[in-house]
């Protein structure tokens, strides 16, 4: 063979070989683009996006557009790329086998100025300092020893509350369910954080700060121009910055205030340890690293996320027993069963009385406090097939998750029975029913809200009868208000009426 027919033979062995590898590598490459494309979504209009498409209920928006678009969908609302998770299966995906990947949150311009600007436990970055805030709150204020020291401190805030209610009866009033549990909430917050009862039910300071808590709560829910479009971020269309850092001011104040007084009282008496306001306040002097402003967003996840969550579920709860005086006597029954009517309800009680857990996780199931879990992707991550690129929104539907008919039996029943005979609970491994959140970010104060709910819920059902009143011919309207938490539109009033044989 001539060595012309050589180097042909090798030219053509080399093509071959090159064109083999660009096959091969064009192959890979397409499968790769197809593996990482973003989930689908709805298409929006130019520049917008999908922002008209939420309306005034994002959560219910959001769940009917999953139905088309599938549990991992994409939404654009204006600059802003934003991942909606609608089930059991994919929330898993995101919260448990890539949570380290999710464990930041989204930070909005009205958030920010509550969080002062990201420091929170609730909303700084997941990192060193949201370790430190975190083990701080877990060993400080809702550990197993720290919720059982301050059991008496509750009890004695929930017995006020029936007694206040039994003076109701006894005058032939109603009662307001939402305003009583948010009074109970914020005395036992203030009692459990600053060791002193901050404001007196009824007052006009309660009045007030009750407001101010809830318009926190729907200014941070209002979808905001500066957000989806940061270049706006200067003009404050809406005006909700302004309204924001003038309430948050508001809030700051009163904290101000709490921390000046036991600063003065600490020059009296010395460095005792009583509550979790002087823990920081110790763990500041000994050069831990944390502001006073940190100390300041601690307070005010408390004051805002600790109470109006709480409040909320035990005003849905008594809706939907009110709707169904039948469920309400079973609950009844049970609790005659177990606690009877000569001596009241115990935290230590809520073990032994199953079907009253069971009205619990039916009402997060339909009405979880926080409708829409936020997240951040802090990094890019391939999900079910899918790219979710790095700073990627993340919002965690949980209000469509308790409606997912592939998951639960005729999902709009109210059916605490459901529940009777499952294993599954809130605690964050049973992705079915999450309304506390898991993973990394699970909501530190779950504990304390699994006793304060119960114990309320069932002292107000052990002492009382409850109906709607004679002159409400419409029935209990159930419609919702959507913020950061998910409240009643219309606040719940009820009759309530001394069971027979209470001697409590």
Known sequence: MDSISV?????SLAAGILLVILILFLKKKSNSSLSLRPPPGPPGWPIIGNIFQLGDKPHQSLFHLAQKYGPLMTIKLGMQTTLVVSSESMAREVLKNNDQSFASRTINTVISAFSYKGTSLLWSPYG????????????????????????????????????????DCKQGNSTKIGEKAFMISLSIMGKTVCGKKLLES?????????SMVREVLELAGVPNLSDFFPFLGRFDVQGLTVKAISL????????????????????VSGNEVKDFLD????????????????????????????????????????????????????????????????????EAD???????RAAVKEVFRLHPPVPMMIRKADVSREIDGFLISENTHVLVNLWAMGRDTSVWKDPLNFNPDRFLESKIDYKGQDFELIPFGAGRRICIGLPLAHRQVHLVVGSMLQAFTWSIPMDNDAGIDMSERFGLTLQKAVPLTAVPTLRDGVKF
């Open 350 to 356: 809520i073990d032994n009385l199953p079907y009253l």
């Open 202 to 210: 009824g007052s006009a300071q309660a009045t007030e700060f009750k």
């Open 248 to 267: 948050a001011k508001r809030f700051d104040d009163m904290f101000n205030r709490v921390i000046d007084e036991r600063l003065a009282q600490r020059t």
């Open 128 to 167: 060193a300092h949201w370790r430190l805030l975190r083990k701080i709150s877990n060993s400080e204020i809702f550990s197993v020893k720290r919720l059982e020291a301050l059991q008496q401190l509750r009890r004695e805030e929930i017995y006020s509350t029936i007694d206040e209610i039994m003076e």
């Open 7 to 11: 180097a042909s033979l090798s030219y």
């Open 279 to 346: 823990v920081m306040l110790n763990l500041r002097e000994d050069g831990a690293q944390i502001t006073l402003d940190s100390m300041k967003a601690i307070l005010m996840d408390m004051f805002i996320a600790g109470i109006d969550t709480t409040s909320a579920t035990i005003e849905w709860t008594m809706t939907e027993l009110l709707r169904k005086p039948e469920l309400m006597r079973k609950a009844q029954a049970e609790l005659d069963d177990v606690v009877g009517v000569e001596r009241r309800m115990e």
